[in-house]
């Protein structure tokens, strides 16, 4: 069994030796662990300090390219290594190293593809309460939207098996947490979570400016990848509204046209509207059946890529 660990990792000489050191070692049940950083563009001296903190691998990005890319570039990179079970844990310090033991369990045990550690975020004394309650309703969503029970969505302490990384890609550029749990559900994945340490950091995030906007992209997010999979269902509701404006218009016409000795006079507008927002409902349920199509084509694409991965390891 060989555990890749990797860390994607910005500008943070000043905590990534201390999570590296904190990396176990010696886990029962596996034979082999490296450790990988990806250093995205750091420009703090990050690349050195890892690797004099035992870091076995490191890749460089030449300029900053985000924490998606990192993460992607860290996962092909395991995959390449011949892992068959890779751990991602961040660079500043928030995820304690020593719950990788905990966080892989259910895979040792044959119960899961993926694991994500769940933070307990409700709980967490160093996070503002409208934090832990946009946390919780961002995680709801999510659970919603993949239909897999994980707590803490936006948690990146997570555990894969090699095979869920094979199916697994980012393809947002800002971040993997909430598009690989959607990806997951929609693939029928095996994902379970298991309660982690989380530690107060000692610098805003880098990921995002603000709530506000870390709310924004992830919300931008979620709707993306859960049209991707679900086209035909998205554009059904977006319909809804112009199917339902539609019909009570043209019922209320009926009721006019009896009432009224069987003619119309002075509902031209009404008339004009209704028909439209039916026309409407029909295009964007047409446009739905488009992008239901298109999605066989991506479910294709995504196999291939798939086997294309398998074919590059064994290369």
């Avoid at 069994?1 to 000489?13: D, G």
Wanted: glycine share 8%.
């Amino acid at each position: 069994m060989h555990i890749v660990v990797q860390i994607p990792a910005y500008n943070e000489a000043e905590t990534i030796g201390e999570v590296i050191r904190g990396i176990p070692r010696e886990i029962p049940g596996v034979e082999r662990i490296t450790v990988l950083v990806v250093d995205d563009g750091s420009t703090d001296g990050t690349e050195g300090i890892a690797r004099s903190a035992g870091a076995d691998i490191v890749i460089r990005h030449r300029r900053n390219r985000g924490l998606a890319a990192a993460f992607q570039t860290g996962f092909d990179a395991a995959l390449r290594l011949g892992a068959d079970i890779i751990v991602n844990v961040d660079a500043d310090g928030q995820y304690d190293p020593g719950d990788i033991p905990a966080l892989i369990a259910p895979i040792l045990r044959g119960e899961a593809d993926m694991v994500v550690g769940d933070r307990q975020v409700t709980r967490l004394a160093h996070f503002p309460w409208h934090k832990r309650i946009l946390s919780a309703l961002g995680s709801a969503v999510v659970r919603w939207a993949s239909g897999l029970d994980v707590p803490d969505a936006p948690s990146g302490f997570r555990a894969y098996t090699r095979e869920a990384a094979l199916r697994l890609i980012v393809l947002t550029d800002f971040s993997y947490t909430v598009e690989h749990l959607i990806q997951a559900g929609k693939r029928r994945l095996a994902v379970t979570h298991v309660p982690i340490h989380a530690r107060p950091t000692s610098r805003p995030s880098r990921l995002h400016h603000g709530l506000w906007d870390f709310i924004k992209r992830q919300g931008a997010t979620i709707v993306r990848v859960y049209a991707s999979y679900e086209p035909l269902k998205v554009f059904f509701y977006l319909s809804l509204p112009f199917l339902g404006v539609g019909l009570i218009l043209f019922a209320r016409l009926g009721w006019f046209f009896i009432a009224e000795g069987f003619a119309l006079y002075g509902h031209l507008q009404s008339l004009i509207v209704a028909t439209m927002a039916i026309i409407l409902a029909f295009l964007i349920f047409l446009f739905g059946l488009l992008a239901d199509r298109i999605g066989d084509n991506r479910r294709l694409l995504e196999e291939v890529l798939r086997r294309l991965r398998e074919l590059e390891e064994r290369l």
